[in-house]
């Protein structure tokens, strides 16, 4: 099957014809049949195989002042018609065209962060508000803002949303969600509603919005919340999360920054999803390691926080965009040191090799750059400094509980999460706050 594609003006079918030889994608510039009226005399043409890459190649440009036709065969003679829905057609083959959220996008996932240092500086400004109620804020870092309503129970909220590091919006949905959540159960906490928040472009189809928003509400079901709303605009970049609010109990409120002297460290998910999401971006990563990465941002921390409950926790938090060094220079927060055991920390095989080749990410270096003169990792391997630097995307949970309790904890945590491992310990304060076995 054939399409042409015609333009009001010779100047767009040049842009248009420009934009898709960009792209390798065949295309050939015809004069306009006589059949067709409306044109400026010459139009594009392309076949059925290329068609959803022709149309969302030039979606993503913003050049969409053409009408489409497809030629069909009447009574033994050619003529065009319109399509006037496209939709359809720049939807087939989504997961491989050019119809793609990546195209729109200069950085992805967690990894779009605001570093951790310049973070720091602009809250540093920023008026403190006293209310004897609120107990968890913006002060020390942590994952959520907690708020007190009586004696037994707390609200826990929270906010998160990033551009995409996948192309299949539904996958994309469900990641941005999971992310979102996460940080309720890094207080403790149990989600009871969240809100979604909504940026996507005009140029986009509207079809991979709805794509994004169902894999979102998969989540929050999983979840066991509810999802009562939200907020959209039009923006340059698509981006989704969550507002979420939760409950947790007074005396089961974890923090980030209150590790007990003598407690295990335990990371429940291995690192090295935003190395392997670069390298897929960059066309170099195995459909395996893909596949491993996603199936890992996709899966809630819930599970391994229900297994919590029974255990003595003195601090928590969740591994995101600053990577799972910042965040443990957080959790020592200047009190205490933690030795980490540098053979225990689970990683992606597949990252560790990618990191190897130097297929990094822009945010893992400014991690680097902020952890400088805080933790010396220059005695370990290149691979691994970048593993503990790498910005995580719905990372896992940072767990510091009871040495006596360690083992079943993570024995419990394995049963759904088996590459969770004791990676560390809190010892007195020394020179440094992160240290090395």
């Known amino acids: 099957m054939e399409y042409l594609l015609t333009f009001k003006t010779t100047n767009a079918a040049i842009k248009a014809e420009q934009a898709l030889l960009a792209q390798d994608i065949p295309v050939g510039v015809v004069p306009l049949p006589s059949q067709i009226s409306a044109g400026c005399g010459i139009c594009l043409k392309g076949d059925r195989q290329h068609i959803a890459r022709i149309l969302c190649t030039l979606s993503a440009g913003q050049l ?19 399509v006037p829905d496209r939709s359809t057609l720049m939807k087939e083959d989504s997961a491989e065209n050019l119809c793609s959220l990546l195209d729109h996008c200069t950085s992805g996932g967690c990894g779009a962060k605001i570093s951790p240092g310049e973070l720091s500086q602009l809250l540093s400004g920023l008026p403190r508000y006293e209310d004897a109620n609120l107990l968890v804020g913006f002060d020390s870092s942590d994952d959520a803002a907690v708020y007190k309503l009586n004696e037994e129970t707390s609200l826990v909220s929270t906010v998160d949303f990033f551009p995409p590091m996948v192309n299949d919006p539904r996958t994309f949905g469900k990641i941005a969600a999971a992310n979102a959540l996460s940080d309720i159960y890094a207080m403790g906490g149990r989600p009871l509603i969240a809100l979604n928040l909504v940026c996507f472009p005009e140029s986009l189809d509207s079809a991979l919005l709805k794509e994004i928003l169902a894999g979102g509400a998969e989540k929050v079901a999983e979840a066991s919340a509810v999802l009562a709303g939200g907020h959209s605009i039009y923006d340059k970049e698509p981006k989704y999360g969550l507002a979420v609010t939760g409950i947790v109990s007074n005396n089961r409120i974890f923090k980030n920054n209150t590790p007990a002297l003598g407690h295990h460290l335990i990371l429940t998910k291995p690192l090295g999803v935003g190395i392997i999401m670069a390298a897929h971006r960059g066309g170099v990563a195995s459909a395996e390691a893909v596949e491993e990465a996603v199936a890992s941002m996709q899966r809630l921390n819930k599970y391994a926080a229900e297994q919590l409950t029974s255990f003595t926790v003195s601090a928590c938090t969740d591994i995101t965009g600053f990577g799972l060094l910042a965040h443990l220079l957080e959790m020592a927060a200047n009190a205490v040191s933690l030795r980490l055991y540098p053979q225990e920390i689970p990683y992606f095989e597949s990252a560790f090799a990618y ?8 945010a893992g270096q400014r991690n680097r750059n902020h952890l400088a003169g805080k933790a010396s990792v220059s005695a370990l391997p290149f691979a691994l400094q970048e593993l503990l630097f790498d910005p995580q995307t719905s990372g896992g949970l940072l767990i510091c509980v009871a040495p006596e309790e360690s083992a079943s904890l993570l024995q419990a945590i394995q049963a759904g999460d088996p590459t969770a491992r004791i990676i560390g310990e809190v010892l007195p304060k020394e020179h440094d706050a992160i240290v090395f076995e």
């Open 64 to 82: 969409n002042d053409y009408t489409l036709y497809t030629r069909v065969e009447l009574a033994g003679q050619y003529t065009y018609e319109e």
């Open 355 to 362: 990191a190897n080749e130097y297929l990094i990410t822009a």
